[in-house]
C-alpha cells in the first residue's frame, strides 16, 4: 500500500463521482461518509462506491436516510436536504442500497504501513453530526466519544465539504473536502492522497460535467424553488 485515496460527500453526484475514478491512481481508498441527499443518482453512486472503496464510513444524510430520521445539517440547507431526501433519495434507491448505507461504520481506526490514521464524518467526539473546522481543533475537540484523548498520525473528517491540512499537537489534521458538492473557495470538488511510504498528503481539485449534473437535476426535481436550491447548493449557478 503506498498511495491511499480519501474521499467524502459525494451526495449523489455521480457525474463528479465518475471523473474523480478517472484521474486519480490509488493502491487503498477510504470514503468518510453522505452518499446520498442533494444530488439526483443517489442508487448509482452508492453501487459505484460500494464497489471501488475498500472502507466506507457513515455519514449523517446516509443516517438519516435509512432511519428515517432528521439529518441535523446546517439550517440554511436543510430543507433542500428534507426534500431531495423524500422526493429522489427514497424513491430511487433499492432497499437493500437503504440497508447497506444504514450499516456503515461510525469511524475508522486502522494502521496503513504504520501510519496511524482515525476517520470520522464529523469529529471524533461526535462522529456523525459534529463539525471540525481549521480553526476549531484542540485537544478538547480531540477527545472520542467515550471521553478518552488518543493519539494518531492523521486525524480524517469530512462533512464540512471544506477542504484542509493542518498540524496540531503531533497530530496532522485533514478534511479532503467533498468530491461532490464542494463548499469551500474553490468550487471544485476535491480528494486527497495520502501515500503511507512517504507520509505525504496531496489536497486535489477536479473538473467534471456540470451540463450533464443540470440536466440531471432537472429530471429529478420539477419544482422550480427547489431545482434553484439545489443548482446553487451544486454552485451549478
Ligand atoms: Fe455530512
Known amino acids: 500500500m503506498s498511495r491511499v485515496l480519501i474521499a467524502s460527500d459525494i451526495h449523489a453526484n455521480l457525474e463528479a463521482a465518475k471523473n474523480m475514478f478517472k484521474e486519480t491512481s490509488y493502491d487503498y481508498s477510504i470514503f468518510l461518509g453522505d452518499l446520498v441527499d442533494y444530488g439526483p443518482k443517489p442508487s448509482e453512486t452508492v453501487q459505484l462506491f460500494r464497489d471501488n472503496f475498500d472502507e466506507l464510513i457513515q455519514g449523517n444524510h446516509d443516517y438519516a436516510v435509512s432511519h428515517n430520521s432528521d ?78 484523548l488518543p493519539t494518531y498520525d492523521y486525524v480524517i473528517v469530512g462533512h464540512t465539504h471544506y477542504q484542509f491540512l493542518s498540524q496540531y499537537d503531533g497530530m496532522v489534521f485533514l478534511n479532503p473536502g467533498s468530491c461532490g458538492q464542494p463548499r469551500d473557495r474553490s468550487h471544485m470538488p476535491g480528494y486527497a492522497i495520502l501515500d503511507t511510504r512517504k507520509n505525504t498528503v496531496e489536497l486535489k481539485h477536479f473538473n467534471y460535467d456540470k451540463f450533464n449534473l443540470a440536466r440531471d437535476l432537472k429530471l429529478v426535481i420539477p419544482e422550480r424553488k427547489y431545482l434553484e436550491m439545489a443548482l446553487r447548493l451544486f454552485r451549478l449557478i
Open 71 to 148: 439529518d441535523m445539517c446546517s439550517p440554511e440547507n436543510h430543507e433542500i436536504s428534507v426534500y431531495t431526501r423524500e422526493n429522489i433519495t427514497k424513491k430511487l434507491m433499492a432497499k437493500d442500497e437503504i440497508t447497506y448505507v444504514g450499516n456503515l461504520k461510525r469511524s475508522l481506526v486502522a494502521e496503513l504501513d504504520g501510519v496511524r490514521v482515525a476517520c470520522f464524518h464529523g469529529k471524533p467526539s461526535d462522529p456523525l453530526f459534529g463539525y471540525l473546522y481549521p480553526w476549531e481543533i484542540s485537544s478538547e475537540k480531540m477527545r472520542n466519544d467515550d471521553g478518552r
